[in-house]
């Protein structure tokens, strides 16, 4: 029962950045990785990166080397700092919790507790 709302979405000229926070309510945050995933119109939802209990991050292959997940537990909030934007990033980016404390992989079925999304515009 963990509520999420993301923010920092916008329109970002390509090469810009943008750094995304999510907010959670509960008390049992820090026991369970949490997750980021965006969606652009007419397509499924996509892995964009995770971060387990301990810190250690995973990334897909579109946002390896350009994004960066962290987790402040002391204030229940995660985030996703955006560098080096491209058009192809533009969609709509939610953040969910992981389904159980140790991670099961980047299937968004292994997520829940979704936010309501923040719009990423990334210009030409």
């Keep these: 029962q963990v509520q999420l709302i993301e923010s920092g979405g916008g329109l970002v000229q390509a090469g810009g950045s943008l ?3 999510c907010a959670a ?7 369970y990785p949490m997750g980021w995933f965006r969606q652009a119109p007419g397509k499924q939802r996509e892995f964009v990166a995770a ?11 579109s946002a390896k080397g350009r994004f960066t997940i962290s987790r402040d537990n002391a204030k229940n909030t995660v985030y996703l700092q955006m560098n080096s934007l491209k058009p192809e990033d533009t969609a709509v ?25 923040t719009q990423v515009t990334v210009s030409s």
């Excluded at 309510?25 to 026991?31: E, K, M, V």
């Excluded at 971060?51 to 292959?61: F, L, Q």
Aim: aromatic share 16%.
């Design 19 to 21: 750094r995304l926070s």
């Design 93 to 117: 980016y939610y953040c969910a919790a992981h389904r159980t404390p140790d991670y099961r992989g980047s299937a968004p079925e292994n997520f829940a507790s979704w936010g309501q999304g």
């Design 25 to 31: 309510s509960g008390r049992t945050f820090s026991n």
């Design 51 to 61: 971060i387990r209990r301990s810190g250690i991050s995973s990334y897909a292959d």
